[in-house]
């Protein structure tokens, strides 16, 4: 199987299943003498990390990531840095009675198609589990991008489950870290935990809808054609496990407004120009204007449940399955600080490749231009 890396300047290849002894990382093309240990990692894994509440899977694993090399004196030192991180909590006798079947809605189907042969102990790579090592690769973005532009900000949150949205008029940034599902509104998460509880009770699951801000992003990232900022978010949002829709600014809903209503009129600021509206969303032309970005996406619910669901075997038999394990009824929730390591190693890839095309240098607006 090939085409496990993601990134130009900023690379990173993940590897390992989700049963095996342990899954990891190696992320390449970070500069030199960044300050990077552990700990700053592990606080992006212990985000993602499953068993935290009773509506994530309640898989029980520690996601103790350990650098195995590119970083000397607690500093990197701009050679590959290998991340592992061991599987503890493996329970592959769950998965016994799938080994041959397929599951309605899942991979395995697909993966038997094109190779063969599958790993279907927790569903191998196609498993949400390989995402940790993503998360991990995010960590060491973060920590690049804290070093180059300290005034950028990477905000994940959920805006969406099943039948429930998020009331923009009551966004509270500050109530995301302060609940299970990263939502901006402290005062709608015991409806949210009420309804998702009624549908892990039914032995069912649930879509979700996820949002990621980017505030604090330079203009002039990205390039005009076949490396649009737009499209390689797209992409690396549609990379994560169990997504099935991308929008970006507007979005799906720019097709129901006129012209007038989605142009992001312009004046002239103290600072250089300033926008009236974000309808696009922070890109134009593929290229970050300055504003906040502002990228969406959609998650299917999740496939394994306990309901029967008919379907067929590798004999072309057909029968009903149910899918032992152990679940996320929603796994939109864990797909949040996903969605930011993401974001963060798409923005860091496009900040060093625009270093190495322009140097920073920016066209100039006003009486000296």
């Not at 990134?7 to 390992?16: H, K, N, P, S, Y």
């Not at 509506?55 to 029980?60: A, G, L, M, N």
């Not at 490396?227 to 720019?254: F, R, Y």
């Not at 619910?301 to 004999?315: A, L």
Request: hydrophobic share 35%.
């Amino acid at each position: 199987m090939s085409y496990n890396t993601f990134g130009r300047e900023f690379r990173f290849t993940t590897w390992g299943e989700s049963h095996g002894p342990a899954l990891g990382v190696t992320v390449d093309g970070t500069p030199p003498g960044v300050a990077l240990d552990e700990g700053y990692i592990q606080q992006f894994l212990d985000l993602r990390r499953p068993g935290t509440s009773k509506h994530t899977t309640q898989r029980r694993e520690a996601d103790q990531v350990r650098i195995l090399s590119g970083i000397f004196e607690g500093r990197t030192t701009g050679t590959p840095i290998q991340l592992m991180i061991e599987n503890t909590d493996q329970r592959s006798r769950d998965y016994g009675d799938i080994a041959t079947s397929f599951r309605p809605g899942h991979a395995d189907i697909a993966y038997h198609l094109k190779y063969g042969i599958r790993d279907y102990r927790g569903g191998g790579r196609s498993s949400a589990r390989e995402t940790a090592a993503r998360v991990a690769a995010g960590g060491v973005a973060q920590a690049v991008l804290r070093h180059l532009l300290p005034d950028l900000a990477v905000t994940g949150y959920m805006v969406q489950m099943g039948a429930l949205h998020l009331e923009r008029a009551r966004f509270d940034a500050s109530a995301i870290p302060d609940n299970p599902f990263f939502l901006p509104d402290a005062t709608a998460v015991q409806e949210w935990s009420d309804y998702l509880d009624a549908i892990r009770k039914d032995q069912n699951s649930v879509g979700a809808a996820i949002e990621v801000l980017i505030q604090g992003c330079p203009p002039g990232l990205g390039a005009p054609v076949y490396a649009k900022l737009d499209t390689d978010l797209a992409a690396a949002m549609m990379s994560i496990n169990a997504v099935k829709g991308v929008e970006i600014g507007e979005g799906m809903g720019a097709a129901a407004l006129t012209g007038t209503d989605n142009a992001d009129e312009i004046r002239m600021g103290n600072d250089g120009p300033r926008f009236l509206s974000n309808h696009a969303g922070g890109i134009l032309g593929g290229i970050s204007t300055g504003q906040d970005i502002a990228v969406r996406f959609s998650v299917k619910p999740t496939s394994s449940i306990t309901t029967p669901r008919r379907t067929i075997n590798q004999q072309g038999q057909e029968i009903e399955l149910i899918t032992k394990g152990r679940h996320d009824p929603c796994v939109g929730i864990r797909a949040v600080p996903v969605a930011e390591a993401m974001a963060a190693c798409v923005i860091l890839d496009h900040l060093l490749m625009d270093r190495a095309q322009t140097g920073g240098l920016r066209g100039v607006i006003g009486p000296d231009s």
